[in-house]
């Protein structure tokens, strides 16, 4: 190899690793609350600091939510694809798992980002 091979090498490596810094230095909080949406309406908002075990009923199907440790994982669906069950757990804020065939949404979310957010007139 030449020295411009080892330069460029060198050069991507440290363009990955500024990336990774960014991507987790940006997302690195953890979230306080857990969204739960069904159809695009918000029906309950969880913390995330407490260990909770919650059924979402929907006209499609049901869902249950475990919250533990502080990470949120969907553990049963009775939908036929079951994607949202194989998610990993969520803890950080903006992550979400989504059930479509049940139009359940669950999204971490921060107290702060809930009085931030821009609404339709602005």
Same mark, same amino acid.
């Given at each position: 190899?030449?020295?411009?091979?080892?330069?460029?090498?060198?050069?991507? !490596?440290?363009?990955?690793? +500024?990336?990774?810094? +960014?991507?987790? @230095?940006?997302?690195?909080?953890?979230?306080?609350? +857990?969204?739960?949406?069904?159809?695009?309406?918000?029906?309950?908002?969880?913390?995330?600091?407490?260990?909770?075990?919650?059924?979402?009923?929907?006209?499609? @199907?049901?869902?249950?939510?475990?919250?533990?440790?502080?990470?949120?994982?969907?553990?049963?669906? &009775?939908?036929? &694809?079951?994607?949202?069950?194989?998610?990993?757990?969520?803890?950080?804020? @903006?992550?979400?798992?989504?059930?479509?065939?049940?139009? +359940?949404?669950?999204?971490?979310?921060?107290?702060?980002?809930?009085?931030?957010?821009?609404?339709?007139? !602005?």
């Amino acid at each position: 190899m030449k020295k411009a091979d080892f330069i460029v090498i060198g050069a991507v !490596a440290v363009v990955v690793a +500024v990336l990774l810094i +960014v991507l987790y @230095g940006v997302n690195s909080n953890s979230g306080d609350y +857990v969204q739960i949406e069904v159809d695009t309406k918000i029906v309950d908002v969880l913390p995330l600091d407490t260990d909770t075990e919650k059924t979402i009923k929907t006209d499609n @199907g049901t869902n249950k939510l475990v919250i533990k440790d502080g990470k949120a994982k969907m553990i049963e669906a &009775d939908c036929p &694809d079951g994607i949202c069950v194989n998610h990993k757990s969520i803890n950080r804020s @903006g992550e979400s798992i989504i059930c479509l065939p049940h139009k +359940v949404v669950v999204t971490v979310v921060n107290e702060k980002a809930q009085d931030d957010e821009i609404d339709a007139v !602005a």
